[in-house]
């Protein structure tokens, strides 16, 4: 096995996974990717909720905004060349009081710049449209291009068609240091591997393989967890949209909604509890004591300074952590559902939120830190798992110049150079 290679990514979720094919396409570079686990998806890419979004939330101009919509086309395609399955299903959003009247239109308002279409409908079309549902205000949107995937079954196939393209996808290789001068990272197993360079492509450990590289230091990563409940098959409930209710636009998370995966399973949440480590999935698996204090106080601070709306967040979220308030929360949605519709759901994640410590706040779009001969790609939280196409298009296009020769099998030192500043 080689231990060169032009460009290393480092994490083997749809991110990393999307620049090696993009990189693929354009070079005929020697590309490794190291991945820490023993298979694809074990973190957020297998743990999603496979909503292909539509790209109406997201303030017009930021990288969200610009990519969300391609990517859905995209991941579309993607589906349609594996043979995956896809749920065209679109979403209803619906006010679930009166307040959200603004939102609403604040939302209309975005969706039409970022080029989305939605449709306002009355009372009497959103019954037809879904009987299950309601609406505070008489008014409701309706978001036909959104489409639910299969993120386990996209990310065996992305693995395998960029391993066919000639990279190589390297499983229990877990990066534990890194030599950012000589253009080196040392892996748990002791092995050491040159590159020309580095791609930080880590999900939820992002930020601590970028201090590694003496980049991004002020940020930190805060874990939220997204858990989620299965509406019983039993229940007498149907759906035929996502149904999502109008978020409160100061928070950053969308709110309980519905999502009907490919299988026909109706999940619904996730919520966004704080977690106390970075793979902090259930009760106490996976605290990281180390890293509670730096968390705890980031959440005092948010909390303190109420930033995003994070003491109107704390308040709501920590209550859906138990059952009956979790449903509380569902039924402004689906008045019907009853507590015992919920049945527990395996399905956890986590959104790997960065804490930006110097500026006291959340990073809230994409965000990307350069460093000798690395980048690396922080904040890669919803809907970057629908964006994942043309975000890598535009990483390779705005942070990787390369100068690879066709033939390159070897980490040279002008193989490729990451622009600073
Ligand atoms: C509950 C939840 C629901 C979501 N729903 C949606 C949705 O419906 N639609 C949408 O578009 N987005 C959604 N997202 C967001 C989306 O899942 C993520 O933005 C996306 O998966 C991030 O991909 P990634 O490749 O950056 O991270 P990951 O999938 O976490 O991949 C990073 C990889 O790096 C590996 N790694 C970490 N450290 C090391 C190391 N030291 N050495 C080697 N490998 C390492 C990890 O093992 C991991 O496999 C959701 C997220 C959550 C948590």
Redesign the pocket.
């Given at each position: 096995m080689k231990n060169t290679c032009d460009f290393l990514i480092?994490?083997?979720?749809?991110?990393?996974l999307a620049i090696a094919r993009e990189l693929k396409h354009r070079h005929s570079a020697a590309i490794t990717v190291?991945?820490?686990?023993s298979g694809?998806?074990?973190?957020?890419?297998?743990?999603?909720?496979?909503?292909?979004?539509s790209g109406l939330y997201y303030t017009p101009g930021s990288l969200k905004a610009q990519l969300c919509r391609q990517g859905a086309a995209e991941m579309a395609a993607f589906h349609d060349e594996h043979g995956i399955k896809l749920n065209r299903c679109g979403k209803i959003l619906t006010p679930t009081a009166p307040g959200f009247a603004e939102s609403m239109a604040t939302l209309a308002e975005r969706a039409r710049q970022n080029g989305v279409t939605v449709e306002k409908i009355d009372e009497r079309q959103l019954r037809e449209l879904e009987p299950e549902t309601r609406s505070a205000t008489g008014a409701a949107l309706w978001v036909p291009d959104t489409a639910v995937g299969n993120?386990m079954a996209v990310i065996h196939a992305l693995a395998a068609e960029v391993r066919a393209r000639g990279a190589d996808i390297r499983f229990d290789?877990?990066?534990?240091a890194a030599q950012p001068r000589r253009r080196q990272v040392m892996l748990k197993n002791g092995e050491i591997l040159s590159f020309g360079m580095a791609i930080n492509?880590?999900?939820?450990?992002?930020d601590?393989?970028a201090h590694m590289f003496d980049a991004a230091t002020s940020c930190k990563l805060l874990p939220f967890r997204?858990l989620y409940w299965k509406l019983d098959p039993a229940s007498d409930i149907r759906l035929n949209h996502l149904i999502y209710p109008v978020p409160d636009l100061r928070i950053l998370y969308l709110g309980v909604h519905t999502?009907t995966a490919t299988d026909g399973t109706v999940y619904l949440g996730?919520t966004a509890v704080p977690a106390f480590g970075r793979e902090n999935y259930h009760g106490f698996d996976h605290i990281s004591w180390a890293e509670c204090p730096r968390i705890l106080l980031s959440l005092a601070r948010m909390f303190i300074h109420d930033q995003d709306g994070f003491r109107h967040q704390a308040w709501q979220e920590g209550r859906r952590a138990f059952k009956y308030k979790f449903a509380e929360a569902a039924r402004a949605l689906l008045p019907r559902l009853r507590v015992a519709d919920l049945l527990p759901a395996v399905k956890?994640?986590?959104?790997?939120r960065i804490f930006d410590q110097q500026r006291g706040q959340l990073l809230k779009d994409f965000a990307v830190e350069n460093s000798d001969h690395a980048i690396h790609?922080l904040g890669?939280?919803?809907?970057?798992?629908?964006?994942?196409f043309p975000l890598a298009r535009h990483l390779c296009d705005q942070y990787i110049q390369c100068n690879v020769s066709p033939h390159a099998n070897s980490a040279t030192d002008d193989a490729c150079v990451a622009p600073t500043g």
């Open positions: 480092i994490g083997g979720g749809i991110i990393g190291l991945e820490k686990e694809p998806g074990a973190h957020s890419s297998g743990r999603n909720s496979g909503v292909l979004h993120p290789a877990e990066v534990i492509a880590a999900g939820l450990h992002a601590r393989i997204g999502t996730p956890v994640g986590l959104h790997p790609i890669a939280t919803s809907p970057a798992w629908t964006s994942a």
